[in-house]
């Protein structure tokens, strides 16, 4: 599919505007009255949509052709993609019968027989080839319901949603200053304007609202006070110290952090497993193809 996009996209910068759609049928009727081109003819798929010549299109063909060039337009610019029967005769007419004719007239000359020309499109060859035997490979490969179950088993608690908290903090330089605000704190002082006359973190000025955070952004300190499982919504942490200085923080919200049962995550397990199936059957291919081969390196030629 990748050479496919290749070509598409070549083709298409260089031959739009070239060619107004008013010249085709007349480039097409002049064609006709030459010799038919001799050359190896693809066989079109699907409907004969229109007919170059020798050469006869296919409405499958087509579609995987205004497919493949749908899929690489921006998702912020959905005017350009091709979507109606007006746009695809446009698109029949403008990119791949003008594709055709060009072809054809590489062809009279003689191009084919180019010997870069030669060696690209074996390389091509060979590359489509390795594609589709991996294809071939892969399509044979199937996971079990229960190496799924036991997958999900396992990794359960890795397949929870990411857990955000809603905290606050307050950090200062001393202990001592942490255990006096600490106390005003159990009296039942305000967390927030506490932080904001006495946190030195930039933080103070919202009152030490960090929003909600993950696991993993601050430092492996603050996340063992901050994810806590004894820490309840509206409490306060135990004081720390962390490269910042002498902390508290309460927690003033949860979300996140459900476990999603097997039935919404059993597509997605069976697509990575099969994805890791295929991987390991193509390496043990390559390990025998390898040990069955005679293989020589000529490091020293590498400049």
Do not use: H
């Amino acid at each position: 599919m990748s050479f496919k996009y290749i070509n598409l996209v070549i083709l298409f910068l260089f031959f739009g505007g070239i060619l107004g759609c008013d010249k085709i049928n007349a480039a097409a009727s002049r064609k006709a009255e030459v010799k038919a081109v001799s050359a190896t003819v693809i066989q079109p798929k699907g409907a004969v949509i229109a007919r170059v010549n020798n050469i006869a299109i296919g409405l499958d063909d087509l579609n995987q052709e205004i497919e493949i060039y749908n899929a690489n337009i921006p998702a912020d610019k959905p005017e350009l993609k091709i979507t109606t029967k007006e746009q695809k005769v446009n698109y029949l007419k403008n990119e791949v019968i003008r594709r055709t004719l060009i072809y054809q007239n590489a062809l009279d000359k003689g191009l084919d027989r180019n010997d870069d020309v030669r060696q690209a499109v074996e390389k091509t060859k060979r590359d489509l080839l390795v594609l589709q035997d991996i294809k071939e490979i892969a399509k044979n490969i199937d996971v079990s319901s229960k190496e799924i179950e036991d997958y999900y088993n396992t990794y359960k608690e890795q397949l929870k949603e990411p857990e955000e908290r809603q905290i606050r903090e307050i950090v200062v330089n001393s202990e001592q200053d942490a255990k006096d605000l600490y106390i005003q704190l159990l009296q039942g002082a305000d967390f927030a304007t506490l932080a904001k006359s006495n946190s030195k973190a930039s933080s103070a000025k919202d009152g030490g609202n960090l929003g909600f955070i993950k696991k993993g952004i601050r430092s492996a300190q603050f996340d063992s006070a901050a994810f806590a499982d004894s820490l309840e919504v509206s409490k306060i942490s135990n004081i720390f110290k962390t490269s910042e200085g002498y902390s508290i923080i309460i927690l003033e919200a949860k979300r996140g952090g459900k476990q999603k049962p097997l039935s919404e995550m059993w597509e997605d397990i069976k697509r990575g497993l099969t994805f890791l199936k295929q991987q390991q059957t193509v390496e043990e291919l390559l390990g025998k193809l390898s040990r069955d081969a005679k293989i020589e390196v000529y490091e020293g030629e590498i400049k």
